[in-house]
């Protein structure tokens, strides 16, 4: 593969578009069901009381993955959590114009699976995976598209 | 209702386990994983002689992600790749154990070995633990 087709798509090429939000008062039993629900492994946590359109990006509190839930499990249980207070924050984010491998770069450097796309207004927009730049990395090697299991089929795990 | 501390891994995990040779390459890894929409894969090494256990460790999606990040991931391969011993769990264990063993390795998957044999026979994900804090393990809006 050429090492550098991976500097000339970018985060917004790769991403699913959308993101699933919740409030940073919501308990953290209604995110697990988010979760579970959509099978994504991250929600992104909004504050409400901050405006989009006044301050952008201020109404992006953080984001709250499945680890961070299943670490909370390990230790004291999420009876009574809110989203809000078991977020990481700020949310680490990447422009849709950055490169997959400026995007593959942060989630190495931290170590996390998710990061959340902003558009030029701050805005959240979409969220891009490690499994996205696994497909790009695949498609990029063999120069065809990859077709992957339906939802109905082997479930994102 | 079904808690983590009533729910065997056993009950909530994802049955059978996705593999690819040693030699595989990690782009051919890559599109596996794309494919099925899998964060990780159990990498086989059969004995030579046929004698000894086999051989395994696991790739996960940010493995290649970091790989991808600093060099060309087309010389790699799966072995290459893979991290050995890979963190592990029995069926008969409970979810709680399974999220402590997660949070413990900082890792979203585990994979689950035969109580006796320790062959993989599934894998549980971070994902499976939050399914079940719904209470319905088998939630899924496929079904």
Redesign the interface.
Known sequence: ???EL?DHLTAGEAMHAGIVTCDVHAPL?AV??M?????I?CVVVRNDAASWSETPGAGLWGVV???D???L???DG?IGRTAGESAATPALTVRDRDSL?EA??V??DN?I?HLVVVNHAARPIGVL???D???A???L??GSP????G??G???? | MKTIDTTTVGEAMHEGVVTCDVDEPLTSVARTMAQQRIHCVVVWQEPATGAGPELWGVVSDLDLVKVAAGEDVGGRTAGGSARTPAPMITPDETLRRAAQLMAEHEVAHLVVVDTETTTPVGVISTLDVARALTGNPRLSPAL
Do not use: K
């Not at chain 1, 979760?35 to 099978?39: D, R, S």
């Not at chain 1, 990859?146 to 299991?149: I, P, Q």
């Open positions: 593969m050429d090492a991976l039993s697990a069901r979760m579970a629900g959509h099978h492994h993955s499945d680890l839930l299943v670490r499990v390990a230790a999420v491998r593959a770069g989630m190495s170590e699976t995976s490690t499994l730049v696994a497909r990395v695949a498609e090697a063999d990859v077709v992957s299991a939802r109905t082997r479930e994102e795990r």
